[in-house]
């Protein structure tokens, strides 16, 4: 079968049906060439836009700016559309490898529409170098996956191509390709994988070294495979919904599930939620599984980038982190706004028309009130000699945590008078109208 034969098969396979066009990352080397090659004599076939997309991370100097030139000389011989970035590595931060390759990412992310997949050049030996890796790195068991074939609407065509066969179609098409040195050298893990570990290994395994690592990325990846389907399943009977704040699901059910499945369906949640920057740790996934598990209603954890996960008494909720309400003063003929919610004092007859309203006792009228969101240690008088924690009662309404931040109490110096739509304190005496020369009224 011709180069070309074989990209369409491939393609076939991994292309979304709503997918507007291809967009290459095109460094100039062998692998990303070849993926070029291919991917514009398909896109024309299918129909599609095609466009190249070509970063110049600045690190290795004249030898950088001469694989730019020559990536432009290759488009423009080619008539092939192409987008550059030049980085300037002097402004990274972190690992070198991590800060090239979120650069590029970020760059062809910003750089096609949602409706295009992103093709890149990664062949069968990257893939072993990978599963390598992870075991190196101890992401155990997961990374022994290696690099799935199409994550989002990111694709990597070529993996089923040998290293050699990347050379002889190259070969095929009289095309030649830039060689990056930095390849050569061992620095940066993989480098050292595939110029120091593989043929250590090659030694002692012979020629089952390829099809014993590629049995480990194919069976832990159907796995994966297996777990992402049951994570949705899982997912899928959570009710999951948006609400006010956020997002929430049923409490139960996560049980029934392996931790393994309840690991990824956390970690799509996050994301859905926008909790997760980079992927959240296992020991960070379990102690969320925890939680869900054995926690108590106003039970929380931190996430990612200002983001919590709580409990109340039926639903776990994802939402980000809010600031409680200040304490604030209400004094008579007063009025306080918040986010959706007014409260007031005044005479009776005055209040506005729906809004729910609380009679003040006589040794109240008059006096400064404050209107705050619920602390730790409140507690409601519920007879002369009988209280309750407010968290308790809060809890059992089914308060999520955003509600009990950004919903508004109504205190004195010493107790919890009121939590509208829930609870009123006792207070000794009749609670009449006729009585109440003063009252605080509440429209949320």
Same mark, same amino acid.
């Given at each position: 079968?011709?180069?070309?034969?074989?990209?369409?098969?491939?393609l076939?396979r991994l @292309?979304?049906e709503?997918?507007?066009?291809l967009?290459v990352l095109l460094s100039?080397g062998p692998d990303?060439?070849?993926?070029?090659?291919?991917?514009a004599h398909?896109a024309?076939r299918?129909?599609?836009?095609?466009?190249?997309?070509?970063?110049n991370?600045g690190?290795?100097?004249?030898?950088?700016?001469?694989?730019?030139? *020559?990536v432009?000389?290759l488009?423009?011989?080619?008539g092939?559309? &192409?987008?550059?970035?030049r #980085? !300037?590595?002097?402004?990274r931060?972190g690992?070198?490898?991590?800060?090239?390759?979120?650069?590029?990412?970020v760059?062809?992310?910003?750089?096609?529409p949602?409706?295009?997949?992103? #093709?890149?050049?990664?062949?069968?030996q990257?893939?072993?170098?990978?599963?390598l890796?992870?075991?190196c790195?101890?992401?155990?068991?997961?990374?022994?996956?290696?690099?799935?074939?199409?994550?989002?609407? *990111?694709?990597?065509?070529?993996?089923?191509?040998?290293?050699f066969?990347?050379?002889?179609?190259l070969?095929?098409?009289?095309?030649?390709?830039?060689?990056?040195s930095?390849?050569?050298r061992?620095h940066?893990l993989?480098?050292?994988?595939?110029?120091?570990?593989?043929p250590? @290994?090659?030694?002692?395994a012979?020629?089952?070294?390829?099809s014993?690592?590629?049995?480990i990325?194919?069976?832990?990846?159907t796995? &994966?495979?297996?777990?992402d389907?049951?994570?949705?399943?899982l997912?899928e009977?959570?009710?999951?919904?948006?609400?006010?704040?956020?997002h929430?699901?049923v409490?139960?059910?996560?049980?029934?599930?392996?931790?393994a499945?309840?690991?990824?369906a956390l970690e799509?949640?996050g994301r859905?939620?926008?909790?997760?920057?980079?992927?959240?740790s296992?020991?960070?996934?379990?102690?969320i599984r925890t939680?869900l598990?054995?926690g !108590?209603?106003g039970?929380?954890?931190?996430?990612g980038?200002? !983001?919590?996960?709580s @409990?109340?008494r039926d639903?776990?909720?994802?939402?980000?982190?809010?600031?409680p309400?200040?304490?604030?003063?209400l004094e008579?003929?007063?009025?306080?706004?918040g986010?959706?919610w007014?409260?007031g004092?005044?005479a009776?007859g005055?209040?506005?028309?729906?809004?729910?309203?609380?009679? @003040?006792?006589?040794?109240?009228?008059g006096?400064? #009130?404050?209107?705050?969101?619920?602390?730790?240690?409140?507690?409601?008088r519920?007879s002369a000699?009988?209280r309750?924690?407010?968290?308790?009662?809060?809890?059992?309404?089914g308060w999520?945590?955003?509600?009990?931040a #950004?919903?508004? &109490?109504?205190?004195n110096?010493?107790?919890?008078?009121w939590?509208?739509?829930?609870?009123?304190?006792?207070?000794?005496?009749?609670d009449?109208p006729?009585?109440?020369?003063?009252?605080v009224?509440?429209?949320?």
């Open positions: 079968m011709t180069p070309h034969g074989r990209f369409r098969l491939a076939d @292309l979304p709503s997918c507007k066009g967009g100039g990303s060439t070849l993926l070029a090659l291919l991917a398909d024309a299918r129909g599609l836009d095609f466009l190249c997309l070509h970063v991370h690190l290795r100097g004249a030898e950088s700016d001469a694989e730019e030139t *020559w432009r000389s488009c423009t011989a080619r092939w559309p &192409l987008r550059c970035q #980085l !300037h590595p002097a402004t931060r690992n070198l490898q991590d800060w090239a390759r979120r650069a590029r990412r760059f062809a992310e910003e750089s096609l949602g409706e295009w997949a992103l #093709l890149t050049g990664h062949h069968a990257d893939q072993r170098e990978s599963v890796m992870a075991l790195q101890g992401k155990l068991p997961w990374g022994l996956a290696g690099m799935p074939a199409r994550q989002g609407r *990111w694709l990597k065509p070529l993996l089923a191509w040998e290293r066969q990347v050379l002889e179609d070969e095929s098409l009289d095309q030649d390709w830039c060689t990056d930095s390849n050569l061992s940066g993989r480098n050292r994988v595939r110029l120091e570990l593989m250590t @290994l090659r030694r002692s012979g020629s089952e070294l390829d014993l690592l590629d049995a990325a194919r069976d832990m990846g796995l &994966l495979a297996t777990i389907r049951e994570a949705q399943k997912l009977t959570q009710d999951l919904r948006p609400e006010r704040w956020g929430s699901l409490r139960q059910g996560w049980d029934r599930y392996h931790g499945v309840v690991r990824k799509a949640l859905h939620s926008g909790a997760w920057g980079r992927g959240p296992n020991a960070r996934l379990d102690s939680l598990l054995t !108590h209603a039970n929380w954890l931190p996430l980038k200002g !983001h919590e996960i @409990l109340s639903r776990v909720h994802l939402h980000p982190r809010f600031d309400l200040p304490s604030r003063s008579p003929g007063a009025r306080i706004d986010p959706d007014s409260m004092r005044t009776p005055n209040c506005p028309e729906g809004a729910a309203i609380h009679h @003040l006792p006589p040794d109240l009228q006096r400064t #009130l404050q209107v705050r969101a619920a602390r730790a240690g409140d507690r409601l519920l000699d009988a309750k924690s407010v968290g308790s009662l809060l809890a059992e309404a999520s945590r955003p509600e009990r #950004l919903r508004p &109490l109504l205190a110096e010493q107790d919890i008078l939590i509208p739509g829930l609870r009123r304190a006792w207070q000794p005496g009749p009449s006729q009585q109440a020369r003063e009252l009224w509440v429209l949320q």
